[in-house]
């Protein structure tokens, strides 16, 4: 295991039972909705091939350094579907995304002026598991410092990667 974050660093987080600042607002779009419920995100797409993604009130800033930790799963009825989350989102055409699929594979993109630049394609990640139907949770860490992208699924490490596309400010 490599360590990625120190224990006492300082974070930004959201905390479901406590944080009333609502930085996940509930978010409604043509065919997506996203909302707190039952002390969890969720986002429901409501039509096939969407890419819809949620956005966090954190000051219109892009963070330099930061670390998320999450769990995840999927609706086994979904059939084929993933998951994830977009990175130093400027515009609808300028941002980073990682994405982790039901198919257990993960892979990671940037999008620069509407183009999409392929960081780390499809990718296995043995390490996630969909067998526990009582407690589905998978957990997906990223570490963000500068241009450097660490990304690790259930403790296990799975891609390091060096980008200065979108830098941050």
């Not at 479901?16 to 797409?45: P, T």
């Not at 630049?117 to 990718?123: D, V």
């Amino acid at each position: 295991k490599k360590r990625i974050a120190e224990e006492n660093d300082s974070l930004w987080e959201i905390n479901f039972h406590e944080d009333k600042q609502d930085k996940l607002a509930s978010e409604n779009g043509d065919y997506y909705y996203g909302k707190v419920y039952h002390d969890k995100y969720h986002l429901k797409i409501l039509k096939k091939n969407l890419f819809a993604w949620i956005t966090v009130k954190q000051n219109d800033k892009i963070s330099q350094d930061f670390r998320i930790v999450t769990a995840f799963s999927f609706d086994k009825n979904n059939g084929h579907s993933a998951a994830g989350f977009v990175l130093r989102y400027l515009d609808d055409k300028n941002f980073y995304y990682l994405l982790l699929s039901s198919k257990k594979l993960l892979r990671f993109d940037v999008i620069i002026n509407g183009t999409i630049k392929e960081l780390l394609g499809w990718t296995a990640c043995s390490g996630l598991d969909f067998s526990n139907t009582d407690n589905p949770e998978n957990e997906l860490q990223i570490v963000v410092s500068g241009s450097r992208f660490v990304l690790v699924v259930n403790d296990e490490w799975v891609a390091d990667i060096v980008d200065e596309t979108i830098r941050s400010n």
